[in-house]
């Protein structure tokens, strides 16, 4: 266990090190200058000079690479251009608000669609599952800001049952992680019945209710847990569709999290911020996938490790 | 049947089905699948439901246990388990008959086991729903369970997980979770056709067994005559979904009624159908020049794993294999799963890498690249198992029998379509269906079409990995019998993968018995089969049911063990058995006095 550990957290670092050089090398050859930014539309040719020399940013590209990885590898993460601060301090205030966000909505799609699978499958066909079918195309296909001005509207505007923006308490949660694992649940809705469809169509299936049992320890402890083996991969994956749509939700609902820093950093060309941010981001990712495959390891007697 | 005897019959019944009609709802409107069925099974009786794929045998079974896929039901009939009707109960009422009254066994005993829970999980549960118990008292029925049905090391079972079991052990767990609710009545569908032939003894004495002991009534349904006859006290013969004969199977064997059952019967390969016939090997010919020769032909695979992926592990799935294949001559390579057979098999065309030499048409193969081995593939071809996989859906009958000659350049347009023609004539089917789709073909029908393909390029050799092993025995005869033919008009030489030996004894010139990735005996079909000199080779001739009841044995002792694996670390060292000459192109892997 320990060398599989080391040998995936070993894979995370040259992952990691390939999304870097990749934004880096995207960040240079937009068009946009961040200097320009910095220095203002009345600065003269001198300042910006200046501050391109200041900023490091007058050197060859590799050259400015190699101190930003440097750098990197010693746990700094570089400051900002406009907001003249340490990105980690940055990341490190906002990155709590994001996480939370980011569970809770898991959560929520989890139980949402989960459930809303292992109804469909055990009801296929009936009126009860093309309506939770057709629910979930929705989740699928409505744009997360669609829904979270749905939500603002009918629970926080008309029926005031959630803050309109804001955090801070349990109720501040709720309606941005509905909003985000909308879309999840209507994947996972739609995953979860099939995946339980095949699962219940098993031999095994069949010695279960040969044996006698009911129909409720058949779905629970039989069909359940088998369906679920090719879900926990995708919730791995999933990390990632949550970092761009928590952009969108964080901006709808006034969530202080790394997903507005990150915008504002793009709006103004803060290349640190962006870095600081893709990376916090793709660690994540890298994390979660990693945390899927332990937790199937656990589920799946028969995944050895490789 | 007297009136009498029938009325006796009735009452000491256990389970009685009268009139038993079942459908199935299509596109076309519903569909009667099995027609007015109706037998009895009395206690501590073995009945047969015997019968060809499609003839409604299990659709039988599951119409009794309640478990028709929702597409099914029962349209009428009574199913009477000691005199009440089944069909009358709720659901929850017949989850106490299913496991606790009647239980059942299925074929395929990997995937029968749910992957994710211990066999101890699924040993308890089974307890919980019939007994009540819970806890230590439900482990000490299981581990009971275990033993009852003699399950090596049973307490590191009941912890172990179904992957970590061979087939043979998870159909003995699955027999001990059937038997865990004390049924009355055991419905065992097709139980051992996916096990091996020892394995497949060992798991039948064991029902005999359990049915002296507990007086378990048995229902068995099989397609294979030969188990029939080795368990059935009665037998019925089943087709198109109707009875179409029901007897004793002394007299079912002796004098069989119904033209359907007496074709079945004769389609059956019997072992011992040659004994007494001499074959004329071409092995035993002076000057005779082999097409295949194959020379310690070796095949390991490493199992990788820890932090650098390095191999652990190997897989010694052949080892120092050397034998010949002559123009026109059949040699079956037959052993167990897992003993090498179908990896000589890949070998031979590349698929694989190995070590050694092969030499084909003189040629020797080895490190050859795909584009050299191109000209010599047209020599050699394959033919499988599974004819429904080994057709892409999406192409025609027409264009995969062609598409050889297309890929070898060897015709095209209207020259090509001849050339197709004369095949589908060759392997007897309608050059008409050149334009139909796979999935419109029965299984034999394919088969035909898979040996058309594979006679597309007019090869030297062709190798059939268990190319019958999936057809119907009618359908079986009429495939091994095309094959015949075609090595009479065409002289091709058939290297026959099989673990059939009474398919093997029908149709090879020269047997190959494998064990462990090595030849332990081979030699000519006469006297591999009548005279065999390794103890393996006995064993599995042994295993083998006869589809003859008057020869029955009752009194075998059969070897318990499993298998040994071809698994072994990395510094283990095959000790290579040496081939002692029995004289006639007889050889045999054990030591002989006076033998050089």
Redesign the interface.
Known sequence: MA??L??RIVEAAFILLGISLVTYVLLYLLPADPVRQIAGRSATQETIANIRQQLGLDLPFYEQYWRYLSSLVQGDLGRSYIQRSEVSELIAARLPASLLLMVAAIFAELVMGLTMGVVSSIRRNSATDQSLMVLSFVGVSAPQFVVGFLLLYVFAAQLGWFPIGGYGTFSHLVLPAMTLGFMGAGWYSRMMRSSMLNVLG???I??????????A?IIF??AV??AL?PIIAMIGIDIGIFMSGIVVVEAVFGWPGIGQLAWQAIQRVDIPIIMGVTLVAAFSIVMGNLLADIVALF????I??? | MSAETDQAMNQRAILDVRNLTTEVATSEGSKTIIDNVSFQLAQGETLCVAGESGSGKSVTSLSI?G?LPPSARVKSGEVLLAGHNLLTLN?RQM??????DI??I?Q?PM???????TVGAQLV??IA??HGLRGSAARTKALEALDAVRMSESKRRLVQ?P?ELSGGMRQRV?IA?ALS?NPKVLIADEPTTALDVTVQAQILALMNDLKRDFGTAIMLITHDMGVVAEMADRVVVMNGGSIVESQAVMNLFATPQDSYTQKLLEAVPQLGSKQGEKVESEAGKPDRQAIVEIRDLTVRFDI????L?RPVKRVHAVEQVSLDLFPGETLALVGESGCGKSTIGKSLVNLIPWTGSIKIGGQEIAGLSSVHMQPIRRNIQLVFQDPYAALNPRMTVGELVGEPLIIHRLAQGGELTDRVAELFRRVGLDPAMMDRHPHEFSGGQRQRICIARALSLGPKVIIADESVSALDVSVQAQVLDLLDELQAELGLSYLFISHDMAVVEQISHRVAVMFLGQIVEIGPRDRVFENPQHPYTQRLLDAVPIADPARRRTDRVLPTGEVPSPIQSLDYVPSIARLTDFGGTHFAAIEQEGAD
Do not use: C, I, W
Request: glycine share 10%; charged share 25%.
């Open positions: 060398a599989y080391f040998r098993q031999d095994f069949r010695t279960a209710r040969a044996k006698g049992l009911g129909k320890r402890r039989h847990p088998n083996l589920v799946d007697p028969r050895k490790l490789k | 246990m478990l659901d989850q106490d008959v299913r496991g606790g239980a059942m299925f395929e995937t029968s086991l749910n992957p994710v829970m549960e089974a729903a019939h997980y992957h699955m979770m609710g990788h794993g820890g932090l992926q």
